[in-house]
């Protein structure tokens, strides 16, 4: 399905970006992942089948963009690039702190942003790849104490939305996920009444798996979806938030 394609997939060493790295390999692509510390990068590329494994921390724009020129110039080409590095961090309106607006928007917002921009630019000599950013169905639809996450994450789909738009006519794609409750470290403080009630207004009746999230990102960046761009795809077993 990838045969051929070369990849990248920021914040890569667990979770869905790891999920995201093997199923991109396992379906032939050349994967690189990064995470922001490199010896763990490394171990994670050797668990997913990538290639390999380098330390990116995204909120530093310079630093992605030199290693995404650095990727597309070592493989020749960049097809696919999954930006998913991202943090949530909860906090009702009256307890949230500059600090924890500050790393959420230069995490999510602007390492996103960062990573899209990046990509475009080595993406452009060949007219031609595909681009998925996380997103979150709360940045849809708003979620009490997440008020700077929802935010972060409606500026991510928006990111994908304009991008899109941008970057079309140069035959490059943009498209974001937009995850329900996935198991993985970033839900893991999630308390098991949590964990019931939000199960219980799921229609599918489980919590995601971060293979349901790796499945549908190499859906969106295979050719299959080649007529696809500037969505933003729930995957969310049909949760109502
Ligand atoms: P996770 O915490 O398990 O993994 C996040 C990854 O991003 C980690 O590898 C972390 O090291 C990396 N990261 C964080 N800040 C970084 C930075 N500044 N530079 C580089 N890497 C950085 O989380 P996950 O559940 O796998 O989430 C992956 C993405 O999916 C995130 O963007 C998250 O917001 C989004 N998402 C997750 C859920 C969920 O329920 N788990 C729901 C919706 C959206």
């Given at each position: 399905m990838l045969d051929g394609k070369v990849a990248l997939v920021t914040g890569g060493t667990r979770g869905i970006g790891l999920a995201t790295a093997r199923?991109?390999?396992e379906a032939g692509a050349t994967v690189v992942l990064t995470g922001r510390d490199e010896a763990k990068a490394k171990e994670a590329a050797a668990a997913a089948g990538a290639a390999s494994g380098l330390a990116l921390d995204v909120t530093d724009a310079k630093a992605v963009s030199t290693l995404v020129r650095g990727v597309a110039k070592e493989h020749g080409k960049l097809d696919i690039v999954v930006a998913n590095a991202g943090i949530m961090e909860d906090a009702l309106l009256?307890?949230?702190?500059?600090?924890?607006?500050?790393?959420?928007?230069?995490?999510?917002?602007?390492?996103?942003?960062?990573?899209?921009?990046?990509?475009?630019?080595?993406?452009?000599?060949?007219?031609?790849?595909?681009?998925?950013?996380?997103?979150?169905?709360?940045?849809?639809?708003?979620?009490?104490?997440?008020?700077?996450?929802?935010?972060?994450?409606?500026?991510?789909?928006n990111i994908a939305r304009s991008a899109a738009k941008e970057l079309g006519r140069s035959g490059i794609r943009v498209n974001a996920v937009a995850p329900g409750v996935i198991d993985t470290d970033l839900t893991s403080g999630l308390t098991e009444d949590a964990k019931a009630e939000n199960i219980g207004k799921t229609p599918l009746g489980r919590l995601g798996t971060p293979e349901d999230v790796a499945n549908a990102i190499r859906f969106l960046v295979s050719d299959d979806a080649s007529f696809i761009t500037g969505q933003v795809l729930g995957i969310d077993g049909g949760l109502v938030l």
């Open positions: 199923a991109l390999a009256g307890m949230i702190r500059e600090e924890l607006v500050d790393t959420t928007l230069s995490t999510n917002v602007a390492g996103t942003l960062h990573t899209v921009q990046a990509a475009a630019r080595a993406m452009m000599r060949k007219k031609t790849g595909a681009i998925v950013v996380l997103a979150s169905i709360v940045g849809e639809h708003g979620s009490a104490g997440q008020t700077v996450y929802a935010a972060s994450k409606a500026a991510v789909a």
